[in-house]
């Protein structure tokens, strides 16, 4: 006999929420440690303009609010004596590779240099005619430079031992927003401006302009380098743009998700560990007033996962460690998440990755097959990561509707079903019986008992969304062919009467829900033309 398996029902739509993606588990998993504070959120009096982390660990990070920067701990979450050093707003921050400087500018057009380890003030870089706005080291291995960029539409280059503006770079019509320093070459960096211009600078021909200049089309609030330093990311408007830097300024991809302004980007990372579905990967993280962070993949071109917050949002922040994640809002609001480690014990690895037969607990006699315990040695030791688990085949449970389809019992196997009372093994039976075209002779071979429990299955279910496509139809040849029947019998009588009435009502319903979307979709209309 040919080998059976149980009916199952159709995955038919439900009303319960879809099953997350790993990697949509993954950025959920950046949350506040319990064992460090109860709130979700640390509160400030002005709004986060900047945050940074520190390049080297353990990766402590930094936030303006108002005239200070507050350093917060990476270990403890909680915030160091700030920095206040300030005579107007702090507006934009920045480490120096090696973590050891810091760098802010302020609304008086002021760069402000201090010790990251004491908060000491070292430097003021003054020259600016408007607040600065975007101050960035660069990254690699040059200590001694850094550029920023104000509302005086100039690009300043410094030089931080002297205190002097090495070169002003020209260009830009409008506010300097932001800027990055490229992770490939310490004397390129690049710059954003409310012109809608995005520009990338050489230090080297400094005097020839601007290496390349991109349009981005709405004000630049934000611009960042992807980790090859071939491309380039621009959020302004409701746009992120990114851009071939290489190909001359190929665009290659304008994602617009969000539906209010983008005010901040930054590099986050998928990190290997999540499980075995996780891929690892680059990701860009987008922040907007809308409230909502989204998860870029710029590999696949497509969002991976998006976060709603409960009030706009206008930095955000991704440790290099990819451990925590912070995001700065317009109320003062500090959203600290944090991921837990997964600790993978070595030991327990090296002990389960070889068989052993011999005992090493002293006194224990060497294992031989004329003991007993030699044929059970093994069977609670639990498989390590290299290891290939071998499971016996379960057993497949067969129902008794479907031990009766196996033997084409037809009508026994509905009446099986029915009593069972499960409308969807029932509609799963129905359909295999369809498929079978046994369906209809089944339901002539009923007696009135059991035409009693289809009656009052059908009554019970036919107006329901998700059967009603089967049931309906069936209910209408049951009534045409068991006619005689259900007139000779009261209860069959008022079984029909009840479906009839529970019918006239369904339809009543969807006549009046219809009569609502009559009136609803024009004003809808002419909302969104607005």
Same mark, same amino acid.
């Given at each position: 006999?040919?080998?059976?398996?149980?009916?199952?029902?159709?995955?038919?739509?439900?009303?319960?929420?879809?099953?997350?993606?790993?990697?949509?588990?993954?950025?959920?998993?950046?949350?506040?440690?319990?064992?460090?504070?109860?709130?979700?959120?640390?509160?400030?009096?002005?709004?986060?303009?900047?945050?940074?982390?520190?390049?080297?660990?353990?990766?402590?990070?930094?936030?303006?609010?108002?005239?200070?920067?507050?350093?917060?701990?990476?270990?403890?979450?909680?915030?160091?004596?700030?920095?206040?050093?300030?005579?107007?707003?702090?507006?934009?921050?920045?480490?120096?590779?090696?973590?050891?400087?810091?760098?802010?500018?302020?609304?008086?057009?002021?760069?402000?240099?201090?010790?990251?380890? +004491?908060? @000491?003030?070292?430097?003021?870089?003054?020259? !600016?005619?408007?607040? &600065?706005? #975007? %101050?960035? /080291?660069?990254?690699?291995?040059?200590?001694?430079?850094?550029?920023?960029?104000?509302?005086?539409?100039?690009?300043?280059?410094?030089?931080?031992?002297?205190?002097?503006?090495?070169?002003?770079?020209?260009?830009?019509?409008?506010?300097?927003?932001?800027?990055?320093?490229?992770?490939?070459?310490?004397?390129?960096?690049?710059?954003?401006?409310?012109?809608?211009?995005?520009?990338?600078?050489?230090?080297?021909? +400094?005097? @020839?302009?601007?290496?390349?200049?991109?349009? !981005?089309?709405?004000? &630049?609030? #934000? %611009?960042? /380098?992807?980790?090859?330093?071939?491309?380039?990311?621009?959020?302004?408007?409701?746009?992120?743009?990114?851009?071939?830097?290489?190909?001359?300024?190929?665009?290659?991809?304008?994602?617009?998700?969000?539906?209010?302004?983008?005010?901040?980007?930054?590099?986050?990372?998928?990190?290997?560990?999540?499980?075995?579905?996780?891929?690892?990967?680059?990701?860009?993280?987008?922040?907007?007033?809308?409230?909502?962070?989204?998860?870029?993949?710029?590999?696949?071109?497509?969002?991976?996962?998006?976060?709603?917050?409960?009030?706009?949002?206008?930095?955000?922040?991704?440790?290099?460690?990819?451990?925590?994640?912070?995001?700065?809002?317009?109320?003062?609001?500090?959203?600290?998440?944090?991921?837990?480690?997964?600790?993978?014990?070595?030991?327990?690895?090296?002990?389960?990755?070889?068989?052993?037969?011999?005992?090493?607990?002293?006194?224990?006699?060497?294992?031989?097959?004329?003991?007993?315990?030699?044929?059970?040695?093994?069977?609670?030791?639990?498989?390590?990561?290299?290891?290939?688990?071998?499971?016996?085949?379960?057993?497949?449970?067969?129902?008794?509707?479907?031990?009766?389809?196996?033997?084409?019992?037809?009508?026994?196997?509905?009446?099986?079903?029915?009593?069972?009372?499960?409308?969807?093994?029932?509609?799963?039976?129905?359909?295999?019986?369809?498929?079978?075209?046994?369906?209809?002779?089944?339901?002539?071979?009923?007696?009135?008992?059991?035409?009693?429990?289809?009656?009052?299955?059908?009554?019970?279910?036919?107006?329901?969304?998700?059967?009603?496509?089967?049931?309906?139809?069936?209910?209408?040849?049951?009534?045409?062919?068991?006619?005689?029947?259900?007139?000779?019998?009261?209860?069959?009588?008022?079984?029909?009467?009840?479906?009839?009435?529970?019918?006239?009502?369904?339809?009543?319903?969807?006549?009046?829900?219809?009569?609502?979307?009559?009136?609803?979709?024009?004003?809808?209309?002419?909302?969104?033309?607005?």
């Amino acid at each position: 006999m040919a080998e059976s398996f149980p009916v199952k029902p159709k995955l038919r739509p439900t009303s319960s929420k879809l099953t997350p993606t790993p990697e949509a588990k993954y950025w959920r998993s950046f949350k506040i440690p319990k064992d460090i504070e109860t709130t979700p959120s640390k509160s400030f009096t002005f709004p986060i303009n900047s945050i940074a982390f520190s390049p080297t660990a353990p990766h402590d990070f930094v936030a303006t609010h108002s005239a200070s920067v507050s350093i917060f701990s990476a270990t403890t979450l909680e915030p160091k004596p700030p920095i206040s050093s300030f005579s107007d707003t702090a507006a934009a921050v920045s480490f120096r590779c090696d973590g050891k400087l810091l760098a802010a500018g302020d609304l008086t057009g002021t760069v402000h240099v201090f010790d990251a380890k +004491s908060r @000491s003030h070292l430097r003021r870089l003054k020259g !600016h005619a408007a607040a &600065v706005r #975007s %101050v960035n /080291y660069p990254r690699a291995a040059d200590k001694l430079h850094l550029f920023s960029g104000g509302d005086d539409s100039v690009v300043k280059y410094w030089d931080v031992a002297t205190e002097k503006c090495v070169f002003n770079l020209l260009g830009h019509k409008d506010y300097v927003r932001c800027g990055d320093a490229s992770p490939i070459s310490d004397e390129m960096f690049v710059s954003g401006s409310y012109d809608h211009r995005v520009r990338v600078w050489d230090v080297r021909v +400094s005097n @020839s302009g601007s290496v390349l200049e991109l349009n !981005h089309e709405k004000p &630049v609030e #934000s %611009v960042i /380098y992807l980790p090859s330093g071939g491309l380039i990311a621009t959020a302004g408007g409701n746009f992120v743009k990114i851009w071939d830097v290489i190909g001359g300024g190929k665009l290659l991809y304008s994602m617009e998700s969000h539906i209010k302004t983008v005010t901040a980007l930054c590099m986050g990372k998928v990190a290997r560990g999540g499980g075995e579905e996780e891929a690892e990967g680059n990701r860009i993280l987008s922040v907007a007033l809308d409230g909502y962070m989204k998860v870029f993949d710029y590999a696949k071109l497509k969002i991976t996962h998006s976060m709603r917050f409960p009030e706009p949002l206008l930095s955000v922040e991704f440790s290099p460690d990819c451990s925590t994640r912070v995001i700065g809002t317009s109320k003062g609001n500090l959203y600290i998440g944090r991921r837990k480690a997964k600790v993978e014990s070595e030991e327990v690895g090296a002990t389960n990755s070889h068989w052993k037969i011999v005992d090493d607990e002293p006194g224990r006699k060497v294992l031989r097959p004329s003991y007993f315990r030699y044929f059970q040695r093994g069977q609670n030791v639990k498989p390590s990561e290299g290891d290939y688990l071998i499971k016996r085949a379960k057993k497949v449970k067969m129902a008794e509707f479907d031990k009766l389809l196996r033997k084409f019992r037809h009508r026994e196997a509905l009446v099986a079903a029915l009593n069972k009372r499960n409308p969807e093994s029932v509609v799963a039976v129905m359909e295999e019986l369809v498929a079978r075209r046994k369906l209809m002779k089944c339901v002539a071979n009923l007696d009135v008992e059991e035409l009693g429990l289809l009656l009052v299955f059908l009554q019970k279910y036919s107006t329901m969304p998700r059967y009603a496509g089967l049931l309906m139809r069936l209910a209408r040849k049951v009534v045409e062919s068991r006619a005689e029947d259900i007139r000779s019998s009261d209860e069959l009588r008022n079984s029909i009467r009840n479906l009839k009435r529970d019918v006239e009502e369904e339809m009543r319903i969807q006549e009046s829900l219809l009569e609502i979307q009559g009136i609803i979709s024009p004003m809808l209309l002419i909302a969104a033309r607005r």
